[in-house]
């Protein structure tokens, strides 16, 4: 019942920090060099411009709604590794391994892509160093324009490949720096090589700010090149889709896509402040007969959720139609101060399970049941070592991973170095939703 704390940090650390002090780590994690497909070309920073114009401004994101500026570690802009800097986002198991993204946010990040080998250094409740992956030398942004510069968060697909965004972008605060494409990759688990890599042009997506996630569809396992990616913008609000066999890429617009104004108002670890993030996490329903499936989506700064048939996104005309006429439709509320960050559904159980960022915890909801507030159940909150649950990714072993990060207080206040800050939970499928009303 509840979530089992598996990995806490005061403040994160890595095996190879890029400043020598601790060494490159030589004989554990892979060590292949990874191979993209393509010729990649070079790209300068300012390039692509800070952002485009229509959100200049000043986000909530960048500066204390209040005034009081948060604490800032910025150094110079070479220092490999400040401990403070490091906040991580995203967290997918795959076979003993963790991947634990680090976005770069700040300056002095050694590597934004790191995996935990939980087979050396997982004893629950340690604070183990993140190897960087697929190595050191891809994490490094300014060595080659073929690197990773931040991503945010990462998701296994049936065919035991990891998939990802690079945002392309630096996102100091007040200082935004797009210094190449953001690029959707994809590794091979099997060999930690990079099979893909896909540039995602500017026609789509101006910048590669808002792309935090990404959910992969695969009609039938034996075809694995038959994929699509979807792909929520939260700041510009669409939802992109990428096929891997036609390597092509659109963007359906919808109003549902947006936040709801009277839902951006957030309370999260004795921070107040206002987001307005839109639609941030989708998650698929189960094959139906003819193969189609629900896929289910919902804003940040909203308590409702909403569904389309995976059939709408793959056809690339219907992204350019004006007029969706009922293929998006409204699912319900969840209830109030149910905003979400990430959410998953377990075909196991049959349930959608979801980061609760206000209640601080995480929530559930059993897709047999209709889509109402009684029927939102709670598998857990703790508002004292829960704070601000940032994803939630299940395995194919039916196990929930859930990272928080206190990033409201990483961005409005200060961190306190000496007590645990960022948290690793898990949790059987079947046994979160005992005892709720998702069984
Ligand atoms: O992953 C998130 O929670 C996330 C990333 C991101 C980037 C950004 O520029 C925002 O304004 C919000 C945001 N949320």
């Not at 038959?226 to 359906?252: E, G, K, T």
């Amino acid at each position: 019942e509840g979530m089992i704390e598996v990995f806490k940090w005061k403040q994160m650390d890595f095996h190879n920090r890029g400043d020598g002090s601790n060494g490159p780590v030589v004989g554990i994690g892979p060590v292949r060099k990874p191979v993209p497909s393509e010729d990649l070309p070079i790209v300068f920073p300012g390039r692509y411009g800070r952002d485009r114009k229509k959100r200049d401004v000043i986000t909530s994101r960048d500066v204390n709604p209040i005034g009081i500026s948060a604490r800032t570690i910025t150094s110079n802009d070479d220092t490999p590794y400040i401990a403070y800097n490091n906040v991580p986002m995203g967290a997918t198991h795959f076979q003993g391994r963790l991947f634990v993204t680090m976005p770069r946010r700040r300056v002095g990040i050694p590597s934004t892509l790191n995996f935990i080998d939980m087979r050396r250094e997982g004893k629950q409740g340690s604070s183990p160093k993140l190897y960087a992956y697929p190595d050191f030398e891809t994490n490094q942004f300014n060595h080659s324009s073929r690197n990773l510069v931040s991503v945010y968060r990462t998701t296994v697909d049936d065919c035991q490949r990891l998939w990802f965004i690079d945002t392309g972008m630096l996102e100091y605060p007040n200082n935004r720096q797009q210094i190449r494409r953001p690029s959707i990759w994809i590794v091979d688990l099997k060999t930690d090589r990079v099979i893909k890599r896909f540039d995602i042009p500017e026609s789509i997506a101006e910048t590669g700010r808002g792309l935090a996630s990404l959910t992969i569809d695969i009609e039938n396992k034996r075809d694995c090149s038959a994929a699509y990616a979807y792909i929520p913008d939260l700041v510009y609000r669409r939802l992109y889709v990428y096929s891997l066999a036609q390597n092509r890429m659109w963007s359906f617009e919808h109003n549902y896509f947006n936040f709801d104004p009277l839902a951006g108002d957030l309370d999260i670890g004795d921070q107040t402040f206002r987001w307005d993030d839109g639609i941030f996490s989708i998650t698929l329903g189960p094959h139906q007969n003819d193969g189609s499936r629900s896929v289910y989506f919902h804003p940040m700064a909203s308590n409702n959720e909403f569904v389309v048939s995976n059939r709408v996104l793959q056809l690339e005309s219907n992204a350019a139609r004006s007029d969706h006429g009922n293929d998006f439709r409204v699912l319900g509320s969840r209830g109030e101060k149910k905003q979400s960050t990430m959410h998953v559904y377990d075909p196991r159980t049959q349930v959608v399970f979801y980061d609760e960022i206000q209640t601080n915890g995480v929530g559930c909801w059993n897709t047999k049941k209709p889509f109402s507030a009684a029927n939102h159940g709670t598998v857990v909150a703790n508002a004292r070592e829960m704070i601000y649950p940032s994803d939630l990714t299940i395995d194919a072993d039916g196990t929930i991973w859930v990272m928080t990060n206190s990033m409201p207080i990483f961005i409005y206040s200060t961190l306190e170095t000496d007590v645990y800050n960022f948290r690793i939970w898990k949790q059987n499928v079947h046994e979160a939703k005992r005892n709720t009303v998702c069984e």
